[in-house]
């Protein structure tokens, strides 16, 4: 074997991403915009607050007291007239000010006796007061494009007074799992079948990213049906196999990609788990080939398939973000290839998890994190930091 053309990691990231594009744009309700990624700057339309407000409960105050209290201004009802020195009206949270008002009672500091308010202590001027505009005005930049839109920017833009944003569509992905000994019901699964796992679990990572599947299908040992299944999916954006990319005599995805009209691009990074991954791509099509085993397939999944596919939904910061986190073990000397190694966290720090195994489900789904082991690195001591990239699987929430 040409062992000269397995490529480091930073070779292959830099390949893969600079070939791909993000898609067409497409215009969305802001509502249904979480996870999806902005494709030009959002802009206020409105000034926010659009007027002097108050943040707390009580009376809005002119000048020095005790206040004649000759109203009420309610959050959607302003009153509308002027305060004079010596006058106040009782206020709620998000109404706006009367004019003339320049201090605010809290409820809690106000004693009232026949409509004549005092205070003790007295109120500082300004205190309480969210003033006009303080958090956005018309035409402010809120969010800047490739922005990933969550919780707070569809709340922000809302209140900026836009309905509709534009955002790169979703990317489609067809995920097709290899092995004779796959099952599709991981119930009715004979003794010597294998529940399919793969799918699922990439299925499940791709969503997060706000990427759709397209199809997902079990695909027999046969030559035929691997590129029977790359035919089926022309229509994704990205095709996403498990299984079959290593060096054995079942191992079919080489030769059927380039049977189904794909380019081979690179074949084997120098990565453990995951070395066997394939990138290959048909027109404007991408492929990924990720090696079958269970932890190699999330590994290269989160390292490659996430990275791929945030770049076509428009992603500028398309790669995993590394943390530096202390370790709260020893960490023994790393090996030849980059190895991403499965950790638990807790608040002394990331743990080594013993089983290496890149089959053992079970030690992946207890880990939080992946250290990003370089090289030739040193056995590291307690306390060292170590790069790490943040899992879903529970240790944030
Ligand atoms: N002679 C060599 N053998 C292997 C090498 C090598 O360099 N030389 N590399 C090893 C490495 S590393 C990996 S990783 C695997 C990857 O192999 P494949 O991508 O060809 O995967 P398969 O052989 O098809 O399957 C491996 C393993 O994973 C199970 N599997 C496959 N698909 C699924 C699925 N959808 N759901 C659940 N489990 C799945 C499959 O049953 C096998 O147990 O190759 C090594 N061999
Ligand atoms: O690289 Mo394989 O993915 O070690 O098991």
Redesign the pocket.
């Known amino acids: 074997m040409a062992r000269r053309s397995v490529i480091t990691l930073d070779e292959a990231w830099e390949r893969l991403l600079s070939s791909i594009a993000p898609l067409e744009a497409e215009q969305i309700p802001v509502d249904e915009s979480g996870g999806r990624y902005l494709r030009e700057a959002l802009v206020a339309r409105r000034t926010q607050p659009y007027a002097d407000l108050s943040a707390m409960d009580g009376f809005a105050a002119s000048g020095e007291g005790p206040w004649a209290v000759i109203g009420e201004a309610r959050a959607g009802h302003a009153f509308d007239r002027a305060l004079s020195p010596g006058q106040a009206v009782a206020i709620s949270t998000g109404a706006a000010l009367p004019q003339g008002a320049d201090r605010i009672v809290v409820k809690e500091d106000a004693s009232l006796a026949q409509a004549v308010l005092r205070a003790d202590p007295l109120p500082t001027p300004g205190r309480h007061i969210r003033r006009r505009g303080f958090d956005f005005k018309t035409g402010d930049t809120l969010l800047a494009a490739g922005t990933r839109m969550a919780a707070p920017h569809i709340a922000l833009a809302r209140t900026a007074g836009v309905g509709t944003i534009g955002v790169t569509r979703r990317p489609r992905v067809a995920i097709l799992?290899?092995?004779d000994?796959?099952r599709a019901d991981p119930v009715d699964c004979p003794p010597d079948g294998?529940p399919?796992?793969?799918?699922a679990m990439t299925a499940c990572m791709v969503g997060s990213v706000g990427a759709e599947v397209s199809s997902r299908v079990l695909v027999p040992d046969r030559l035929e049906a691997v590129v029977n299944a790359l035919d089926d999916a022309k229509d994704a954006d990205l095709v996403l196999t498990?299984?079959?990319?290593?060096?054995?005599e079942h191992?079919l995805i080489k030769p059927a990609l380039e049977r189904a009209g794909f380019t081979l691009d690179f074949w084997r990074v120098a990565i453990r788990?995951?070395?066997?991954l394939i990138v290959a791509r048909r027109g404007s099509q991408l492929m990924l080939g990720l090696?079958?085993?269970?932890v190699?397939t999330f590994v290269t999944a989160f390292l490659f398939a996430l990275p791929a596919l945030r770049r076509m939904a428009g992603s500028e910061r398309a790669l995993p973000q590394p943390i530096n986190l202390p370790l709260a073990g020893v960490l023994p000397a790393a090996g030849t290839r980059r190895e991403f190694l499965r950790a638990r966290l807790s608040p002394e720090g990331a743990t080594l998890i013993d089983e290496r195994d890149?089959?053992a489900l079970a030690a992946l789904a207890r880990a939080d994190v992946l250290i990003d082991r370089p090289i030739g690195a040193p056995v590291q001591a307690e306390g060292a930091l170590v790069s790490c990239y943040l899992l879903e699987n529970g240790a944030i929430a």
Do not use: F
């Open positions: 799992e290899c092995g000994e796959l294998l399919a796992s793969n799918g498990s299984g079959g990319a290593s060096v054995g191992d788990p995951g070395k066997p090696p079958g085993n269970p190699s890149s089959s």
